[in-house]
DNA sequence: CCCTATGTTCCCAA
DNA sequence: CTTGGGAACATAGG
């Protein structure tokens, strides 16, 4: 279930392995995903990342876009046999492009021009405390609520989210309208490190995320909050809580992230 | 049976 | 127009 990290590690995976390459062939499993025309034959001339979506981008202006929601995963295999709730496969003279999605929410969608990526400013790239106060401004949202927004910010989901808030000492429940301009430059620097240190371990594996190998991530060992209910705070030794936010679950330690009401 | 789940989109109400 | 709630999508795991 990726998030920007998680997606970023796939992106740079799948340069190395089928940068120039063509499509040999694709074959549609699960036909809820449609239809994929004109890419058979192209070469990959590019792959890059926006927010969650990742985009293999093909000659002559076409692209193959994927967003692997919830369960969504992408392996490389140059063995034979199908994996079970394989949807699709890519097939390039050198090994094979599986999408694995147990629950078929991912999507995959052909782009005639532009990349078909999606808008909202990337955290890795814009995390300018004056950008975010700007784009805050006039929102009423949770803070919370906010950083997980696509629109405003393409590619932080829940995990990231509350390990971000948790190293800026942000109360989740605040109205980003409040936050001061220290306030922001603390989530703007919190979420920074998190995201490139994420990256660097090739994202969190606390269920079922694998890289394009198979590989497990290793940023879970550097969790402090997200999962972390009932469990010491690393900072002050309180303990960590767990209450819904807009119907996710939000972990924050109620101390150190000065939350009215603890 | 119950509940939970790292995501997105749609409908509806305030 | 903005926001929040709930459902839907479909499955696995505790």
Not at 90 to 119: C, E, M, Y
Request: proline share 3%; aromatic share 6%; with cysteine.
């Amino acid at each position: 279930m990726p998030e920007l990290p998680e997606v970023e590690t796939l992106c740079r995976q799948l340069r190395h392995v089928i940068m120039g390459a063509e499509i040999s062939k694709t074959q549609i499993i699960d036909a809820k995903l449609g239809t994929i025309r004109e890419v058979e034959g192209k070469q990959v001339g590019a792959v890059n990342r926006h927010g969650k979506a990742l985009a293999i981008e093909l000659e002559r202006g076409l692209s193959l876009v994927f967003h692997l929601r919830m369960t969504g995963r992408l392996l490389w295999q140059n063995g034979n046999g199908l994996l079970p709730h394989t949807r699709l496969v890519i097939s390039f003279s050198q090994g094979r492009l599986f999408l694995i999605d147990p629950r078929r929410f991912a999507t995959v969608t052909v782009h005639k021009q532009g990349n078909g990526l999606p808008v909202g400013s990337d955290p890795i790239e814009d995390c300018d405390p004056f950008h975010l106060q700007a784009i805050a401004q006039r929102s009423t949202l949770l803070v919370k609520a906010f950083l997980i927004d696509q629109r405003r910010i393409a590619g932080l989901g829940n995990i990231y989210a509350c390990e971000i808030l948790y190293q800026a000492r942000i109360d989740p429940w605040r109205r980003v309208h409040t936050l001061t301009h220290e306030e922001w430059k603390g989530i703007g620097e919190a979420a920074e490190k998190i995201l490139k240190r994420a990256i660097a371990c090739r994202g969190t594996s606390v269920s079922d995320w694998h890289d394009l190998f198979g590989n497990k991530g290793e940023h879970q060992d550097y969790l402090l909050v997200y999962g972390r209910e009932g469990a010491a705070c690393s900072r002050c030794g309180g303990i960590i809580h767990r209450r819904k936010l807009n119907g996710r679950g939000t972990y924050y330690c109620p101390t150190c992230q000065n939350c009215e009401g603890g």
